[in-house]
């Protein structure tokens, strides 16, 4: 069995086996960060593609748009075709629109003449158009070497007129990474106007006929997410955005840093907090609370010896605790600890049972017998406290002033709560000794406004006996400061002869208590001990 002696206790004092669970909710925020982070790149990475789409769809409806209304423009010229008249009304016409950069006329399935051209020396055959819309529209794509050798461009035609779509409808798009790609197309994607970004056949075929991947927010490389957007109205196309590289993968290496970092972090705080919250469930402080709650306290007496005849008069109840996880901590430690956190009048109530408990037979034996039991200065302001142990004491039969409170005054500020409840002790007939005296604010100045009938000498007085130390002086100031005092002086902390007899022949009335005698003990051992007093030396040697 060992024994825990903190210096000083904390009631987040760390179990011995630190959990690898807190290591594991590090890694798990870590983990989590990078998954939120992804999430978020992807949500803006779709808003993107519908921004990029919704780009694409209005250039594309502009230029339609624009085409038709250039066509209608044309119809209406009230020139003859190919006219000087009618090139100069179709030229004035042009500059109503940005994305038409020539308007023509056909004759049996060729062009005669544009704005830009004139009348043209060799007529161009137009090819088969690409698409004819219902409303009777015909659609080229790139259509090559017309008006001019040299020159393509998508061209429409209704009637006998025909505009050229200018080149400039999808420049200065908003400004796309090199995976991001897109397709614009008919409402049913059976016809492909124009693709955009690094997309070949194949991989626009399986695009348009693709399913959404339900699986694309998973941080793994490969996955893919596409928006389509079509537009309303008469004219309907549709565009089709893909994003091949998701999240985290398409973003730079200084940004994967950033969010490494960021991801440590928040484990880190992720795992404090697992930490903290299990080193509450597991601290020291909580063992002890369960520990008071479950009466798992024991105490251990240590015998108080009249020095004259050795005959053990009573015993000092000392509060014990063995944890499952901590061992044996001292009551240095336990006791301060439930000092600190509100605990110690439920801690001392339990000491209180238990003694009485186990003192009862020899306390009830032997009227002249008395137990100690160390009170803290929150017992005193306890107001259940006196009731609590009025009902106890009846209940065993026993008497008011077997019964000894040990009191430690630690602060200036505890006199008056102590000598406001000690009287209240005194007057129901209870004892009270000044714990600990001449340590601290334990002195005689205001010993008699205590009215104590018992002073306990600290033992590191005891123990400088035969030192040349300054508590040795203080001691020989103390024996004289106790001759003429009417109360039973304890002298604790007895370890040889020599304190003992040194005791002895300046104090005869004295009480003793050290391991001269017997160190602290179970109840069984004291009712041994108590046959065969009377003590001279340590009797569990
Ligand atoms: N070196 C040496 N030590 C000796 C000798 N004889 C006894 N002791 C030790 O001196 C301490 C005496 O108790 P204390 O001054 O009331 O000091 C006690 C008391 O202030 C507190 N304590 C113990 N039990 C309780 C309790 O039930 N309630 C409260 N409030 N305090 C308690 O804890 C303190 C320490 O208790 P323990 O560790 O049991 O330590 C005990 C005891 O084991 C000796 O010859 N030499």
């Excluded at 051209?117 to 794509?141: A, C, I, M, V």
């Excluded at 690094?198 to 490389?221: C, H, M, R, Y």
């Excluded at 972090?265 to 063992?287: E, P, Q, W, Y």
Aim: net charge negative; charged share 20%; proline share 3%.
């Amino acid at each position: 069995m060992h024994r825990v002696s903190q210096p000083a206790p904390s009631f987040f004092t760390l179990p011995k086996k630190m959990h690898w669970m807190a290591l594991l909710s590090g890694l798990l925020g870590t983990i989590l960060t990078i998954c939120v982070v992804h999430v978020v790149i992807i949500s803006h990475e779709r808003e993107f593609l519908l921004e990029y789409s919704e780009a694409i769809l209005s250039r594309a409806l502009k230029a339609n748009k624009e085409s038709r209304l250039s066509l209608k423009f044309a119809s209406q010229s009230p020139y003859p075709q190919c006219s000087p008249q009618d090139m100069g009304y179709l030229r004035t016409g042009l500059w109503d629109f940005d994305f038409i950069h020539d308007i023509g006329r056909l004759k049996n399935g060729a062009i005669e003449c544009s704005a830009g051209w004139g009348l043209l020396t060799h007529q161009r055959n137009l090819p088969h158009s690409s698409e004819l819309t219902p409303d009777g529209y015909q659609f080229w794509k790139q259509l090559k070497d017309i008006p001019k050798e040299g020159i393509s461009s998508d061209a429409v035609a209704q009637g006998n007129s025909i505009a050229f779509v200018s080149h400039y409808v999808f420049t200065n798009l908003p400004r796309v990474p090199e995976f991001i790609s897109a397709v614009l197309t008919t409402k049913r994607s059976d016809y492909i106007y124009q693709t955009f970004g690094d997309i070949n056949k194949q991989q626009t075929v399986a695009l348009l006929s693709g399913e959404q991947d339900p699986f694309f927010w998973l941080p793994i490389e490969g996955r893919k997410i596409h928006t389509e957007l079509c537009s309303q109205g008469s004219t309907v196309v549709c565009t089709t955005a893909v994003d091949s590289q998701l999240g985290i993968f398409g973003i730079s290496y200084l940004y994967h840093t950033v969010i490494i970092v960021i991801g440590f972090l928040f484990g880190g705080i992720t795992s404090l907090l697992v930490s903290f919250a299990r080193l509450r469930k597991h601290s020291l402080g909580s063992h002890l609370k369960k520990a008071i709650e479950k009466k798992l306290l024991h105490v251990q007496y240590q015998p108080k010896i009249q020095l004259q005849t050795g005959e053990v008069v009573g015993v000092e109840a000392l509060a014990r605790w063995n944890d499952d996880t901590y061992g044996a901590v001292s009551p240095d430690v336990f006791i301060a600890l439930a000092e600190q956190n509100n605990l110690i009048k439920s801690l001392t109530k339990v000491i209180v049972e238990k003694t009485l408990m186990d003192m009862r037979d020899y306390l009830v034996n032997n009227e002249s017998f008395f137990v100690s039991i160390n009170l803290s200065i929150q017992d005193l302001t306890d107001t259940q406290f006196l009731s609590f142990i009025d009902d106890l004491v009846e209940r065993h039969g026993i008497k008011q002033e077997q019964l000894i409170f040990e009191i430690t005054e630690r602060s200036a500020a505890d006199q008056e709560a102590m000598s406001n409840t000690t009287k209240q002790f005194i007057k129901k007939g209870y004892q009270v000794s000044l714990d600990d005296f001449g340590t601290g604010y334990s002195n005689l100045s205001w010993l008699s406004a205590l009215e104590a009938d018992e002073i306990k000498i600290d033992k590191m007085f005891t123990q400088a006996i035969g030192t040349d130390s300054i508590n040795q002086n203080m001691l020989n100031g103390i024996f004289q400061l106790i001759e003429n005092l009417k109360m039973h002086v304890v002298f604790e902390g007895i370890e040889d002869q020599c304190a003992e007899d040194y005791i002895l022949e300046r104090s005869p009335d004295a009480i003793g208590q050290g391991w001269l005698y017997s160190r602290p003990v179970n109840a069984e051992a004291i009712g041994q001990l108590l046959t065969t007093q009377p003590l001279r030396k340590d009797s569990n040697e």
